[in-house]
């Protein structure tokens, strides 16, 4: 699957200027006041050597005077760097770090997730507890939430690749049917099962970073085009000369469509804290559905015909009498927000 990558991704998004404070439409994108719970204790998170990542770069804590200095990059460069200094118990000013690729040369750099062109005194940050899981949150004092980060275990590059390649099963797991009504299913834990063929599949790498491209256990390597529902898998082959992989001449072409379930098809958005890194996989209207499918748990009543058909085949959803009484928990609060920001972001 031909993607830009993650760098550019968070670049473009960073730059937008969003508000999750918009007007609410037919469907439940209405305002969002992220209620956060319980502090976490800084102490146990914000140390030296302490790793972090925001699903498309990674950063490790180095202790710089009163600064928590957020060092890292992507699987590809580093470079990426933001400093914390703390003005309440978990709440932070973002100041400029230095960093350096060579010894001895260090230049003053302010790169916060790639938001180049941000004034540090326009963010800040705070440290919060959303149903036991910490996560670190960047604000823009008009523009509202930039980033999401969470943080990781093990290595800063090792942790990264695993969470990247987490968050692309996921994100085409399920199954899929053929125009002919053969289905290929894909399971988050990396597993397939095709017409006559099953096990495990491993991604493929391209700039240092897995790519949508994936090889099966009988040799076969397949690139995937998965959003909005529809699926294209195109057998491809690795071209020593150009260093890449490219579409086997005659080879396979296979279109699919996601099986229709009468099942919720994201329960993780109103169970886990979600990334920018981890909302990238998706297209636009996968992000829709998720949105308002965190408001149909709670039974939102929607205007919107499609949403409407979409969620009335779903056994667990019962609308309400009265909108105004669906509430969400903080972490879905924070979900909305995090699903909105990509949503507006330029990037497809």
């Given at each position: 699957?031909?993607?830009?990558?993650?760098?550019?991704?968070?670049?473009?998004i960073g730059m937008m200027?969003?508000?999750?404070?918009?007007?609410?439409?037919?469907?439940?994108?209405?305002?969002?006041?992220?209620?956060?719970?319980?502090?976490?204790?800084?102490?146990?998170?914000?140390?030296?050597?302490?790793?972090?990542?925001?699903?498309?770069?990674?950063?490790?804590?180095?202790?710089?005077?009163?600064?928590?200095?957020?060092?890292?990059?992507?699987?590809?460069?580093?470079?990426?760097?933001?400093?914390?200094?703390?003005?309440?118990?978990?709440?932070?000013?973002?100041?400029?770090?230095?960093?350096?690729?060579?010894?001895?040369?260090?230049?003053?750099?302010?790169?916060?997730?790639?938001?180049?062109?941000?004034?540090?005194?326009?963010?800040?940050?705070?440290?919060?507890?959303?149903?036991?899981?910490?996560?670190?949150?960047?604000?823009?004092?008009?523009?509202?939430?930039?980033?999401?980060?969470?943080?990781?275990?093990?290595?800063?590059?090792?942790?990264?690749?695993?969470?990247?390649?987490?968050?692309?099963?996921?994100?085409?797991?399920?199954?899929?049917?053929?125009?002919?009504?053969?289905?290929?299913?894909?399971?988050?834990?990396?597993?397939?099962?095709?017409?006559?063929?099953?096990?495990?599949?491993?991604?493929?790498?391209?700039?240092?970073?897995?790519?949508?491209?994936?090889?099966?256990?009988?040799?076969?390597?397949?690139?995937?085009?998965?959003?909005?529902?529809?699926?294209?898998?195109?057998?491809?082959?690795?071209?020593?000369?150009?260093?890449?992989?490219?579409?086997?001449?005659?080879?396979?072409?296979?279109?699919?469509?996601?099986?229709?379930?009468?099942?919720?098809?994201?329960?993780?958005?109103?169970?886990?804290?979600?990334?920018?890194?981890?909302?990238?996989?998706?297209?636009?209207?996968d992000l829709r559905i998720?949105?308002?499918?965190?408001?149909?748990?709670?039974?939102?009543?929607?205007?919107?015909?499609?949403?409407?058909?979409?969620?009335?085949?779903?056994?667990?959803?019962?609308?309400?009498?009265?909108?105004?009484?669906?509430?969400?928990?903080?972490?879905?609060?924070?979900?909305?927000e995090i699903i909105k920001?990509?949503?507006?972001?330029?990037?497809?």
């Amino acid at each position: 699957m031909k993607r830009k990558t993650f760098f550019l991704t968070l670049m473009l998004i960073g730059m937008m200027a969003c508000s999750g404070n918009a007007k609410k439409p037919a469907d439940a994108d209405g305002q969002v006041a992220v209620a956060s719970q319980a502090n976490v204790a800084a102490d146990d998170y914000l140390k030296a050597g302490a790793v972090w990542h925001n699903g498309v770069e990674w950063f490790q804590i180095r202790k710089d005077g009163d600064v928590f200095a957020f060092i890292g990059g992507t699987l590809h460069e580093g470079g990426a760097c933001f400093g914390l200094r703390a003005n309440g118990a978990n709440s932070f000013s973002v100041v400029p770090v230095k960093w350096s690729v060579d010894a001895g040369d260090y230049e003053p750099s302010l790169s916060v997730m790639n938001l180049y062109g941000e004034n540090p005194g326009d963010l800040s940050a705070e440290l919060r507890n959303y149903d036991g899981a910490a996560v670190l949150l960047l604000r823009h004092k008009t523009k509202g939430l930039r980033t999401v980060l969470l943080p990781a275990k093990g290595n800063g590059m090792e942790a990264l690749d695993n969470t990247l390649k987490a968050d692309m099963a996921l994100a085409f797991a399920g199954t899929w049917l053929s125009s002919s009504g053969e289905r290929y299913v894909f399971g988050a834990d990396q597993s397939y099962t095709f017409p006559g063929k099953k096990g495990k599949y491993t991604f493929e790498y391209e700039f240092d970073s897995p790519a949508y491209t994936i090889s099966l256990q009988d040799g076969s390597h397949w690139s995937v085009d998965a959003k909005d529902g529809r699926m294209t898998l195109s057998e491809v082959s690795f071209d020593e000369e150009n260093d890449g992989w490219t579409a086997v001449p005659g080879g396979k072409k296979i279109s699919l469509t996601l099986e229709n379930q009468s099942q919720w098809r994201f329960p993780f958005a109103s169970t886990e804290p979600l990334t920018v890194g981890m909302l990238s996989n998706y297209g636009k209207e996968d992000l829709r559905i998720m949105r308002n499918e965190i408001w149909a748990r709670h039974g939102y009543r929607f205007n919107s015909p499609d949403l409407q058909q979409r969620f009335s085949r779903i056994q667990g959803y019962t609308p309400a009498s009265d909108n105004s009484k669906v509430r969400l928990s903080p972490l879905e609060q924070l979900n909305v927000e995090i699903i909105k920001l990509v949503e507006e972001s330029p990037n497809d």
